[in-house]
């Protein structure tokens, strides 16, 4: 090479290190040590219902709205419930405006996403989240809505309820079972402030200890494809709990590699292993480890609690976490209690 070339576009590269590094620190924000709690309701407050992922109808949203009515709330619901676009609840336009005017509307104190999906990254960044910050409430959901709880911890450290959704509620309350009964009432619990508690039967695979720090987590997959961008989730000094459905084992193999390669798990004040539904490996390509090995190879190095098991995720024992609030995780031969602090 030219050696005056190479001097003269040195110079022009060197130049530009500062815009690189000004670009590199797009997703250094993190506000997660410090998290803002929203305010909780009281009777008489009004809760939003959007769906800024998949579609769902309005018929399939009655159940919710009748029960937190019966709580006190009011509800309004949005303008994307009964609309479809394809596998969407209306085209990302419209689900962009309704969740918009959800977080500006400042009469609305909660917004309920109505169900997952998928969808809610391709408007994220889209959102204008400036009156939000000024005046936080409370977001729920939980799946594809894991988008929302990282972004929220990531850019503005403001706290979320990872919870299930509308599309969750039973048909008739006095004909559910008993945990969807006392799942759903755990919604009302964290909205309300009460003080919280999910248990989880003991584990041979968990790692006993006790520890005390800001819950984040949710969705396995979503907080993968997260890495990298402006809602990647900071877990230093976090208690980080992680559930998913559908995944190959091979795959769930592929993301816990990522959260150690990409040192998530190497701060952490403590581990959550909630429900994992697997996929059957395919015949001749059988994977050969568990949920349980996998998770237990990528976390022998280190001392802090890890329970296994916990009563989040895509099933029925699906307790309501909030998302950016002090919790205590205690895990012991009885097995593991997760509380409020």
């Known amino acids: 090479?030219?050696?005056?070339?190479?001097?003269?576009?040195?110079?022009?590269s060197a130049a530009l290190l500062p815009a690189f590094k000004s670009l590199a620190n797009t997703i250094e924000p993190d506000n997660s040590s410090n998290f803002k709690i929203p305010p909780y309701l009281k009777a008489g407050d009004t809760i939003g219902i959007t769906s800024p992922a998949g579609y769902i109808t309005t018929e399939q949203i009655q159940p919710s709205v009748?029960?937190?009515?019966?709580?006190?709330?009011?509800?309004?619901?949005?303008?994307?419930?009964?609309?479809?676009?394809?596998?969407?609840?209306?085209?990302?336009?419209?689900?962009?405006?309704?969740?918009?005017?959800?977080?500006?509307?400042?009469?609305?104190?909660?917004?309920?996403?109505?169900?997952g999906g998928y969808g809610f990254v391709r408007i994220v960044d889209q959102l204008d989240f400036s009156g939000f910050k000024r005046n936080p409430k409370w977001i729920i959901g939980f799946s594809d809505i894991?988008?929302?709880?990282?972004?929220?911890?990531?850019?503005?450290?403001?706290?979320?309820?990872h919870s299930k959704m509308c599309n969750s509620f039973p048909d008739d309350w006095n004909k559910a079972e008993p945990i969807q009964i006392e799942?759903?009432?755990?919604?009302?619990?964290?909205?309300?402030?009460?003080?919280?508690?999910?248990?989880?039967?003991?584990?041979?695979?968990?790692?006993p200890g006790k520890a005390e720090g800001i819950l984040v987590g949710g969705n396995l997959s979503i907080i993968e494809t997260l890495c990298g961008s402006?809602?990647?989730?900071?877990?230093?000094?976090?208690?980080?709990?992680?559930?998913?459905?559908?995944?190959?084992?091979?795959?769930?193999?592929?993301?816990?590699?990522?959260?150690?390669?990409?040192?998530?798990?190497?701060?952490?004040?403590?581990?959550?292993?909630?429900?994992?539904?697997?996929?059957?490996?395919?015949?001749?390509?059988?994977?050969?480890?568990?949920?349980?090995?996998?998770?237990?190879?990528?976390?022998k190095e280190y001392n802090y609690p890890v329970a296994f098991d916990f009563p989040v995720g895509h099933q029925r024992n699906n307790f309501a976490l909030k998302c950016g609030s002090q919790y205590q995780l205690q895990v012991n031969e009885t097995g593991t209690v997760l509380k409020t602090i």
């Open 66 to 115: 009748l029960q937190m009515q019966s709580w006190g709330f009011n509800l309004k619901i949005g303008d994307t419930i009964g609309k479809r676009d394809f596998t969407y609840g209306g085209t990302d336009s419209e689900r962009l405006i309704d969740f918009q005017k959800m977080l500006d509307d400042p009469n609305i104190k909660a917004i309920m996403c109505a169900r």
């Open 146 to 161: 894991t988008v929302l709880h990282c972004h929220l911890a990531r850019q503005f450290g403001i706290a979320s309820i």
């Open 230 to 299: 402006q809602s990647d989730l900071n877990t230093d000094h976090k208690i980080l709990f992680v559930e998913d459905t559908g995944e190959y084992l091979y795959s769930l193999d592929r993301m816990f590699w990522n959260l150690k390669r990409s040192g998530k798990l190497d701060k952490l004040k403590g581990l959550v292993i909630g429900g994992f539904k697997v996929k059957p490996d395919d015949a001749g390509e059988e994977f050969g480890k568990t949920i349980y090995e996998i998770v237990t190879e990528k976390i």
């Open 183 to 207: 799942t759903i009432l755990s919604i009302k619990n964290a909205l309300i402030g009460e003080d919280m508690a999910a248990l989880a039967p003991a584990h041979v695979n968990n790692k």
């Open 1 to 12: 090479m030219n050696r005056k070339h190479f001097l003269s576009s040195f110079i022009a």
